[in-house]
């Protein structure tokens, strides 16, 4: 969940700003047909008032007789608009100058119309003639894109407005997420007493219930883990170490014969007692690290490793919990004598251990594979990690560090960084 908020954050804003483009594309198709339908209406009844006006105008004086029109312009104007008086036979008595010469409409036509010629008009009548007041079609074309471009700006000014106070709202309310998220970053249910903060939004607390419970259930499982398997190595580390005596003896007594099969037999018991004396190690020490200066060369020196000759100059000490050392190192040393080692070379590079043995090795095919499973944890997939190098992971990972395999011409190499710094020397 921690590592995916910022793609539910992308997501998320992602969809604000396409529900927030519709909306702007919606309202905008929404206020032009509103506009479109008022302003034409409005111009409709423009043309209307307009008519009865001049109608009171030209009712006041003599009307214009058949025979002669009369054409009325208006100093300085440049309106759209345009009128005629026409009579009953269709003749114009008198039109603005703008105004064509033929009249708009053939037959009396008395409202809203509109002409073939690019005109939309009213008709009233005035007497027995008929009183048009028309305006352009290319005018209203006008007014309306004017209309809507002002409609489209506004509606697209709006839009960006909601786009921008939803993204800010949207950031607000994902901060709470964001701080329960951290907190289970930094959660350690196998810490004693380590529990998440309250949230503060009830939304979250499933969640934070849910996380918690869990917590607390694998904590008591990785106890029990741990408990079972201290309690069964430790119950079988003293019949081992009875098995082994009682082999040696045995060894000492039997015929030449049988002395090849009893060695086998007795360098199995004590691989096992070693595979177990790191299970006690590593169970018992837990996940608290006591970081102390540990000379790697001695330990192992330490270790009961027959047959195989450690090489390891002085100065080899690193800053680690040794008990979870020594149990990674069992095992490595262990793997080593599996695969027909007799020398191991030791090095120690700040506080990285390197281990360097002349056994069979592995070919570089499945070195790769063994490293990816390493940094991916897969202990248990395709590739077969062994005790030794899954003990050894998580041994460095407690430390802070990782196992990393080295390439090698002869052999097996295997670097143990323990993170952390050095120990240092007085």
Known sequence: MTGSLPSIRGRLSRLVAVLALLWAVLATALVWWAVRSEVLELLDETLQDSADVLAEVLAAGPLPASGATRVVAASGSTSHFAWQLVDSRGHVLARSKLAPEQAFHGQVRHGIASTGEGWHSYGRPLGEATLYVAQTMAERRETMAAVGMASAGAALFVGLLCLWVLRARLGRELLPLQAFSSAVRQHDPMQPGSELPPVTRAELAPMHDAISDLGRRLSRRLANERAFTAHAAHALRTPLAGMDAQLAVALREAPPALQPRLLRTRQAAGRLARVVTALLTLFRSGVDLQREPVDVGAMLARLPMEGLVIEAPA???????????????????????????????????????????????????????????????????PAGLGLGLMLADIVARAHGGGVRLLPAPVGFGVELDLGGLPPTTS
């Open 315 to 381: 100065g080899t000490a690193v800053a680690a919990d040794a008990d979870l050392l020594a149990a990674a190192l069992i095992n490595l040393v262990d793997n080593a004598l599996r695969h027909g080692a007799r020398t191991l070379r030791v090095e120690v590079v700040g506080n990285v251990v390197r281990l360097l043995d002349d056994g069979s090795g592995a070919p570089p095919q499945r070195i790769a594979e063994l490293q990816q499973a390493l940094g991916s944890q897969q202990y248990e997939g």
